[in-house]
Structure formats: structure tokens, C-alpha cells
């Protein structure tokens, strides 16, 4: 069963950058849609960003022209760069892999540990 490990999170100043790391164990992520799924406390997970097996992007309007996801089939490797932070990007950042019906999305495989990210103003 593939097992997901998110890594790259830390405190940052508002205006900084940080880059979250997404790798697959007992699988490859190659073949699918992967996304980065956020949790502010309080609040409910939410998708900011999703990649196509073919490279193909989508974002959450919170995070469009300041995140960027990325991969790297051969490492196996989905990528969240993310720019110009805020602090209401405070939360803990996870990775899925991700089915599409329609316009909703679905995370598939069970929830890792997740990587948090704290913004401080």
C-alpha cells in the first residue's frame, strides 16, 4: 500500500517561501493526480493544489499566483512551492493522490503525518 511522507515544512515570516516535498513509499506517484490538502486549526482540510500525470495544474483561488506544484516522475516526487506566504497559510500540509469525478476530487490513500507550516505576521 503506498505510503506518503510530506516534508519541507517550518516558521516563516509573512513574505517568505518555503518548499513542501510530497514522496511515495510501496508506490509511484507517476501515474497519478496528486494534490496538496491543507488543515488551519479549526477548519476543515481543504485542496489547494492538484498536478495531472501529464503536468496539468489547478489551484485553489487562495494560493493561485503564489504557489506553484510541481513533479518529478523519475524521483517519484510532488512539489508545493509556495511564495509570498501569509499567515492565514498557517496549517499542516498534506499530499494525496487524487481521483477526479467530474468537478470534485477525492483523496484516495490514507493520510500521512503532514508537514506544518506557520506564518508569523
Known amino acids: 500500500q503506498v505510503q506518503l511522507v510530506e516534508s519541507g515544512g517550518g516558521l516563516v515570516q509573512a513574505g517568505g517561501s518555503l518548499r513542501l516535498s510530497c514522496a511515495a513509499s510501496g508506490s509511484t506517484l507517476s501515474t497519478n493526480r496528486v494534490g496538496w490538502y491543507r488543515q488551519a486549526p479549526g477548519k476543515p482540510r481543504e485542496l489547494v493544489a492538484h498536478?495531472?500525470?501529464?503536468?496539468?495544474?489547478n489551484y485553489a483561488d487562495s494560493v493561485k499566483g503564489r504557489f506553484t506544484i510541481s513533479r518529478d516522475n523519475d524521483k517519484s516526487t510532488v512539489y508545493l512551492q509556495m511564495n509570498s506566504l501569509k499567515p492565514e497559510d498557517t496549517a499542516v500540509y498534506y499530499c494525496?493522490?487524487?481521483?477526479?469525478?467530474?468537478?470534485?476530487?477525492?483523496?484516495?490513500?490514507?493520510w500521512g503525518q503532514g508537514t506544518r507550516v506557520t506564518v508569523s505576521s
Open positions: 498536478i495531472g500525470s501529464g503536468g496539468s495544474t
Open positions: 494525496n493522490i487524487v481521483y477526479a469525478s467530474g468537478s470534485s476530487y477525492y483523496a484516495v490513500v490514507s
